[in-house]
């Protein structure tokens, strides 16, 4: 009986799948079937665009970074000092000499053969901040201003420069009064050896990154379907084939680096280096600071501004409104509101004036982009960097107006008066701009706005160096 019971059930299973099936055999036809539509593959880029080993390693001039802690660094009369022998044979003036006289030559041939620059006074030392991989020279510094001036990244519709977005009269920012809805201004590049991240949103570390980051990268936007500009990514496809179509560019990147043809890998560390030397300081702020260390004061005081503040400085900063006396005394009492009563030192300390990190400052148009949180490495993402973007230097900041990664801010005065009264609450708002559950209201007066825009313009350094800021001819 059980048997006839399992033979039942075999045979209702078997009714059942042949019931089942969707799909009968189709009929004949004399039209082929059509064919899914095949994606195409996009061939395979060469690995000598990323880098190849050079063929020998070249002869170039070192850089040197002096900072204002060396006992050099006051005896060198401006930026740049170069000291290169004018006798070509200076590099083989040992031949012929006795050991000792010998190697006292090549020391003394290595000491004259080297730029030194002074580092301007306010800034760090750069050498904790240049990695180890790409020490400074005169030949890539040469090369990567040349590619920095150059109108060689091909965008969606026209050819820019490093230059185009990052302009030398706007301290080397975005030169652009004004920032359409839903982009982003381009950040300045000055004093930017000292950042531990790079763009708004921190994608990329080192300096040598913010070209190229993957061989991927070298494909032109055009060849990828639904790729993002480069205008966007700042990933400039086709620049190792654009460069490795000028003679000029093709024989400096073989004296320089000793290899056939630019690479990725060439690029970055070219432009790094310049980019390196884009540096202003020497601020009246740092003078005063200068000031306040030698006397060994607590607190920056209006006796501290005063030696600094000389007749073209007085007239550059107040055009004649106020005093000296007047004008240290307003400068005194904004730096008071900068560390205190306004709290723009808790995400802008000194010396370089920025944090390096990522907050959520309030501004309306934060609210819908990701800003770090996708930029955020695997593991490390977290809510609160929701519409976070990094935090800016306040260095030089009267060059680079409007204000705020969007632009939305065209004063100094409406940016105070944003951080005083306009902060919009959000669940990622940055826990410095919260009072309790509400954002901060610091009650600022309009006195108080106008010192602490005072000391904000105090902190304009020296315009960068015109062999920096210039093309070389």
């Given amino acids: 009986m059980r048997s006839h019971h399992l033979l039942a059930v075999a045979l209702l299973l ?50 040197e970074f002096v900072p204002v802690e060396s006992a050099e660094w006051a005896k060198l009369p401006k930026f740049w000092n170069q000291a290169i022998p004018p006798e070509g044979g200076m590099r083989t003036i040992h031949l012929g000499q006795q050991p000792l006289e010998a190697v006292a030559a090549m020391v003394a041939a290595d ?73 982003l201004k381009a950040p300045s590049l000055v004093n930017a050896l000292y950042n531990r991240h790079q763009f708004w949103d921190g994608r990329a570390g080192a300096l040598e990154e913010v070209v190229v980051r993957s061989l991927e990268d070298e494909r032109p936007a055009d060849e990828t379907p639904g790729r993002l500009p480069p205008e966007v990514t700042h990933a400039w496809g086709g620049l190792v084939q654009t460069l490795a179509k000028i003679d000029t560019f093709r024989f400096e990147f073989e004296r320089v680096f000793g290899i056939a ?44 501004f005063l030696p600094a503040l000389d007749d073209p400085t007085l007239t550059a900063l107040v ?109 990622y708002l940055a826990s410095s701009l919260r009072s309790g559950d509400q954002a901060q209201k610091l009650g600022l007066t309009d006195a108080e706005v106008t010192a602490l825009t005072l000391f904000l313009r105090a902190l304009d350094g020296r315009p960068v160096d015109d062999i920096v800021a210039r093309p070389m001819k």
């Fill in 261 to 304: 043809q630019p690479t990725q890998d060439a690029i970055g560390k070219a432009l790094a280096t310049y980019m390196r030397t884009i540096l202003s300081g020497d601020s009246l702020y740092d003078r005063a600071e200068k000031q306040r260390q030698t006397t060994k004061a607590d607190t920056l005081a209006a006796a501290h």
């Fill in 14 to 63: 078997l009714a059942s799948c042949e019931q089942a099936r969707r799909y009968p055999p189709a009929p004949p036809s004399d039209s082929p079937s059509p064919q899914p539509k095949a994606e195409k593959k996009q061939p395979p880029l060469p690995d000598i665009y990323s880098w190849i080993p050079p063929v020998e390693t070249p002869h170039d001039v070192p850089i």
């Fill in 111 to 183: 000491q004259l053969e080297v730029i030194r620059i002074k580092v301007p006074l306010g800034l760090p030392n750069p050498k904790p901040f240049i990695p180890a991989a790409n020490p400074p020279t005169y030949g890539k510094w040469r090369l990567g201003q040349a590619i920095f001036f150059t109108p060689l990244l091909q965008g969606k519709s026209r050819k820019y420069s490093c230059a185009s977005c990052h302009d030398t009269t706007r301290g080397f920012a975005d030169p652009r009064e004004r920032i359409l809805a839903g982009e």
């Fill in 319 to 427: 055009e004649g409104k106020m005093s000296k006396d007047e004008t240290a005394a307003q400068l005194a009492r904004g730096h008071q509101l900068f560390v205190g009563k306004a709290r723009c030192a808790e995400c802008h300390p000194g010396p370089l004036f920025t944090d390096d990190e990522f907050h959520n400052i309030g501004i309306p148009s934060a609210q819908n982009p990701p800003g770090r949180l996708a930029a955020a490495p695997i593991g490390l993402k977290d809510v609160r960097l929701t519409g976070a973007f990094k935090t800016p230097s306040l260095r030089g900041l009267s060059r680079r107006a409007p204000y705020f990664h969007d632009g939305s801010r065209a004063t100094l005065e409406s940016v105070a008066r944003f951080f005083d009264s306009d902060i919009l609450m959000s669940p």
